[in-house]
Antibody, heavy 119, light 108 residues
Framework: QVQLVESGGGVVQPGGSLRLSCAAS????????MHWVRQAPGKGLEWVQF????????YYAESVKGRFTISRDNSKNTVYLQMNSLRPEDTAVYFC????????????WGRGTLVTVSP | EIVLTQSPGTLSLSPGERATLSCRAS???????LAWYQQKPGQSPRLLIY???SRATGIPDRFSGSGSGTDFTLTISRLEPEDFAVYYC?????????FGQGTKLEIK
């Protein structure tokens, strides 16, 4: 079965950096697009970034453009989110999600990892 | 960026009743790119409907989606106790993905 397991969350000061990882299994990772979606405490869902099969095709939400970078290692079945210049408003649970190809939807989700940006 | 507005914000119903949730877009959305999710407290979202009206794997047939253009609807024909949760619509367009703010379905 499909499994997505995020890691790397934690507490970081404003202006700091963090790298999240998402280990995937149960499907052909190298032919699947992947997303990061976040949810601030008590709030709704916000899409963050998408990567297609490699770094040649990536999409960004305006709120993180220039600060966050998505990447993937198909040999390790892992997608990453490098987060720099973190702000308090980046505090959220970060979910990794698999792209439902040609439908623009997210068909499988991980359990998420919490990132807290606080002095 | 396409803005999705869901209504109502909270819907109070009893088990066995019919639920109708609305999602309105600020501009036309290709039906293929409209999805619905369910999220329960402490859990990750679950895909219910994609392509506006196709049920995802394992989703009971009491869940149905409809609509086109700027107006989409999620209907739960007969509420079960496990259906009380928050529901989000989501769209893809122009290299961007957006979610509605959610509808909380609560037990009356």
């Amino acid at each position: 079965q499909v499994q997505l397991v995020e890691s790397g969350g934690g507490v970081v000061q404003p202006g700091g950096s963090l790298r999240l990882s998402c280990a995937a299994s149960g499907f052909t990772f190298s032919t699947s697009g992947m997303h990061w979606v976040r949810q601030a405490p008590g709030k709704g869902l916000e899409w963050v970034q998408f990567i297609w099969l490699n770094e040649n095709t990536v999409y960004y939400a305006e709120s993180v453009k220039g600060r966050f970078t998505i990447s993937r290692d198909n040999s390790k079945n892992t997608v990453y989110l490098q987060m720099n210049s973190l702000r308090p408003e980046d505090t959220a649970v970060y979910f990794c999600a698999k792209d439902l190809t040609t439908y623009g939807a997210f068909d499988y989700w991980g359990r998420g990892t919490l990132v807290t940006v606080s002095p | 960026e396409i803005v999705l507005t869901q209504s109502p914000g909270t819907l109070s119903l009893s088990p066995g009743e019919r639920a109708t949730l609305s999602c309105r877009a600020s501009q036309s959305v290709t039906s293929r790119y409209l999805a619905w999710y369910q999220q329960k407290p402490g859990q990750s979202p679950r895909l219910l409907i994609y392509g506006a009206s196709s049920r995802a794997t394992g989703i009971p047939d009491r869940f149905s989606g409809s609509g086109s253009g700027t107006d989409f609807t999620l209907t739960i024909s007969r509420l079960e106790p496990e259906d009380f949760a928050v529901y989000y619509c989501q769209q893809y367009g122009g290299s961007s993905y957006t979610f509605g703010q959610g509808t909380k379905l609560e037990i009356k």
